[in-house]
Nanobody, 115 residues
Framework: QVQLTESGGGWVQPGGSLTLSCVAS????????MDWYRQAPGKQRELVAR???????DYADSVRGRFTISRDNAKNTITLRMNDLKPEDTAVYYC?????????WGQGTQVTVSS
């Protein structure tokens, strides 16, 4: 069983920055993708960023150029650096990992962008 623990959410004013972290309870194969998703109330959960070993990260069009995903396989950790945050970035952010053909999700961390 893989457990994912997210942290780093909170409130920030528009234009501010936050860094989210996700720590896995055990090693995830480096070749497996790890993702950040987000879901706002009443909206569908959407993929924000995906990182795969040996490949360029993928980003949603709405966050490209503002968000950066990174991965430290030795520490079983992925991070999401969010810059120039906008009110429309407000959502619960979830970490997802795939291991042994099974998807695992964290509990989510709330990000609120408001003046």
């Amino acid at each position: 069983q893989v457990q994912l623990t997210e942290s780093g959410g909170g409130w920030v004013q528009p234009g501010g920055s936050l860094t989210l972290s996700c720590v896995a309870s055990e090693t995830i194969f480096a070749s497996n993708p790890m993702d950040w998703y987000r879901q706002a109330p009443g909206k569908q959960r959407e993929l924000v960023a995906r990182i795969r070993s040996g490949r360029y990260p993928d980003y949603a069009d709405s966050v490209r150029g503002r968000f950066t995903i990174s991965r430290d396989n030795a520490k079983n950790t992925i991070t999401l650096r969010m810059n120039d945050l906008k009110p429309e970035d407000t959502a619960v952010y979830y970490c997802r990992a795939r291991d042994g053909g099974v998807d695992y999700w964290g509990q989510g961390t709330q990000v609120t962008v408001s003046s």
